[in-house]
Structures are given as C-alpha cells and as structure tokens.
C-alpha cells in the first residue's frame, strides 16, 4: 500500500487528495492544525482518514505533500527532518515560490528521504477544501524542481505519482521559478489588487462605479478575490522578485502616461497590437476543469429562496450547473449570483432560460 500524507487539505492540498484517493494501492491521510478540519476533510471524502497528529501522518508515508501556506513551508520541511521518517520517503511542496523551501531543504541535508520542490501552474481565486477537484490540474503544467543530486528514481517515483493529475510536468530551477512566476503569476495578482482598490475609492464616493463595472473590469480582477493569507505569503516570499517586475510595471504606465500626455495614439495603437500579437501566440490551456471559463452573473433581489429558484428552473430544462457563487448579499443592494457551466452550451441555455424567465442576466 502507498501511503500519501496531505498537509493541508484546501484548493491544492484537497485537488491532489481527490486525483489520489480511491487508486489501486493508494490511501491518502491528511493532516491539519485544526480538529474541526479533519473533521470536515473526512466528512467531505476527500481523504481516507484525518488527523492533527504530524507524526501519525508522516511517519509511514511514501509521499508527503505540503499545502499550507508559503510561509509555513519551511517549518514543516524542519519539523519532517526531525521525525523518524520511512526510508525511501518523498517529501514535497506545492508552494507558489520554490527558491526558500529548495535552500531550506538543501541546508538540512536530509538523509535517507528526498526533498523534491513542486508547483502546480493551476488554481483559482477560490480557497478550501470546498474549491477542491479533481479536474483542477489537468493539462496544466506542474513544474518541479529537482537538485542536482536528486537522484533519478526517486524524481521517477514522484513523476509516476503525479500522472494521476493529468498535468504535464516540466522541471525549473527553484530561482528561475520564481523570476518567471512573479512576473506571470504575482505581479498581475498584485496589480489586480490595486486596480480593485483604486476603484474602491472612487466607488465609496459614488455607487455608479461599481454598477457599471462590466467584463473589461471582470475579467482583469477575478484574481482579486485570492487568499488574503496564502498571497500576503507568495508577495512577502518573492519580494525580491516583484520589487524589481514593479519597477518595471511603473514604467510601462509611465510609457502610457507619456502617450497620453502626447495625445500620441499611435503609440497606443501599436502597444495594443503588440500585445494582441503575444497573446494569441500563447498556447491555450486545453483545461480539464473548464467551469470557471463559462461563467455568467445573475442579478437577483435579495430574498430566500432565489438560488433555490434558478437550480430548480435549469435542472427543469437539463441545464448542468457546475457552481454557484453569492457575490454581493447585502440587504440594501440587490444581489449577484455567479453562475458557472461546463461547456458553453449549458451557459447558453441557461443565459436564454434565465432571460425568459425574467432574470437580469450578463456576462
Ligand atoms: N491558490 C492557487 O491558485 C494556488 C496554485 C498553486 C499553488 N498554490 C500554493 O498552494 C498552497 C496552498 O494554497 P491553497 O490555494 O490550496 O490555499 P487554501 O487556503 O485553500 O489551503 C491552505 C491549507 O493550509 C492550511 N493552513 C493554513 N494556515 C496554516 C498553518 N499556519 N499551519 C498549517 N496549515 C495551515 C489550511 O487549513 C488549508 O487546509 C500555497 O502554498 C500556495 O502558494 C496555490
Ligand atoms: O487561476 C487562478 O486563479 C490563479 O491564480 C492560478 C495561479 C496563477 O496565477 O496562474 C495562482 C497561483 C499559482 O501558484 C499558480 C496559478
């Protein structure tokens, strides 16, 4: 039987339990600081069992997933080393920065088990165990980061293991990693941020702002939504990185603020075809859990019973709802509901169903 230990059972922690569970020879155990969350990891069946204890996780693990938070990474590698761990044991990460967790492992100079760094190129604005699936890492690129003296076998091992995401792997050096995925990954998540707030402002003083935000805004600040945890960690762990991609960011709005003040729209012209140009050169990820893609948003009043109404009159026509996300709930502003779909035929019947039944419906 191969045993894999998941600390921390959330988004990732929870998606890679659930490619895992069931296999032949597999049981999954996951671990948390908290008892109400095993509980829940349980309940859920998303592990086999659950439990607080690092030890009884760990210690006859085959595999050992860390998916907390970046800022804990290293204090697990720390408190692993110490125990009496299953020679052959394969400990690794899922962590959105590489270059700390890899140096602390390095420095501990473990014996008889194997560090190796991961990173799955997948996720969601979305957090916990309730935003696992199993479908999140599909056709995504899962980069690892070996050493110099991980030894084939065991990269081997690991790489077998995780062809149950269906992800494809690619190996990065852990300081390559984080250059590239602060500036392709961090550095919109911060400027989304910003843009959400500098928009705040504005609305705190006038409501219109955030009535007319439509699918420009929407779709540049999905991200906005992340874990204020898990990204206050990424951000504060690649410091380095973004303090440099942001200088970088002022000056490319220096370069439009200069245009502007030109009145030279042929610049502009050419920065939005440039642009254009690189996107549609970049290769489209055939993703397996394609519900967050067809999305559309539902203005509802706020009263009981509503979701209720909308499940029952798509599920009437055969219409597959994959989610349902309560945006504003307030009770004096109407509400917003976030539908998402499957495929682009089930968001279009439902946008159709919706519209004949009354509903304000948008992309
Ligand atoms: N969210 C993404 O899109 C994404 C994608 C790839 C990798 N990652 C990385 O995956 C890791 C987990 O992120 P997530 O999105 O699954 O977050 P999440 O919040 O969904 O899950 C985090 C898990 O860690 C546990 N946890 C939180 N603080 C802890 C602490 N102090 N000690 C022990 N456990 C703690 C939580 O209970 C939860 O089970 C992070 O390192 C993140 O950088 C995230
Ligand atoms: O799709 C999203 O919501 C994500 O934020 C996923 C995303 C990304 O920025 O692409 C976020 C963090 C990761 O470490 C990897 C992937």
């Not at 999140?136 to 690129?141: G, K, P, S």
């Not at 998402?340 to 009354?358: C, H, M, P, Y």
Request: with cysteine.
């Amino acid at each position: 039987m191969t045993k894999i230990a998941i600390f921390g059972v959330g988004l990732i922690g929870g998606s890679l339990a659930l490619c895992f569970k069931g296999k032949p020879g597999i049981t999954v155990v996951g671990h948390s600081i908290r008892e109400s969350s095993v509980a829940k990891y349980v309940d859920r069946g998303v592990v086999d069992y659950a439990t607080t204890s690092l030890r009884e996780a760990a210690e006859d693990a085959d595999f050992i997933f860390l998916c907390v938070p970046v800022g804990n990474l290293t204090q697990y590698v720390r408190e692993l080393s110490e125990l009496e761990l299953k020679p052959g044991c394969i400990i690794t990460d899922v962590g959105s920065t590489k270059a700390s967790v890899a140096a602390c492992a390095r420095g501990l100079g473990l014996k008889g088990i194997t560090f190796i760094g991961g990173h799955p190129m997948a996720g969601s604005e979305r957090s916990g165990v309730e935003a696992a699936s199993s479908h999140l890492f599909e056709n995504a690129f899962y980069v690892l980061t070996p050493e110099v003296g991980t030894s084939d076998a065991e990269l081997g091992r690991l790489t077998e293991l995780l062809k149950l995401t269906k992800a494809h792997i690619v190996h990065v050096h852990p300081e390559e990693h984080d250059e590239i995925v602060g500036a392709i990954s961090h550095l919109p998540h911060i400027i989304a941020v910003a843009l959400v707030n500098q928009i705040r402002r504005y609305h705190a003083s006038n409501e219109l702002y955030g009535t007319l935000a439509a699918g420009g805004f929407r779709d540049i600040t999905r991200i906005a939504s992340s874990d204020p945890v898990v990204w206050r960690d990424i951000l504060v762990n690649n410091r380095g990185v973004l303090l440099g991609l942001l200088k970088d960011w002022q000056e490319e709005t220096a370069h439009f603020i200069e245009m502007l003040e030109k009145e030279d729209g042929e610049g502009i012209e050419q920065a939005f075809m440039e642009s254009g140009q690189f996107r549609s050169q970049l290769p489209e990820r055939r993703k397996g859990m394609i519900h967050s893609i067809y999305e559309c948003y539902v203005d509802v009043p706020d009263h009981p019973g509503i979701i209720g109404r909308i499940a029952t009159e798509l599920g009437n026509s055969r219409i597959n709802l994959s989610n349902i996300h309560v945006i504003e709930s307030r009770e004096d502003v109407p509400g917003v509901l976030r539908l998402s779909f499957r495929t682009q035929d089930d968001l279009d019947q439902a946008v159709d169903k919706l519209g004949e039944n009354g509903f304000s419906v948008h992309y």
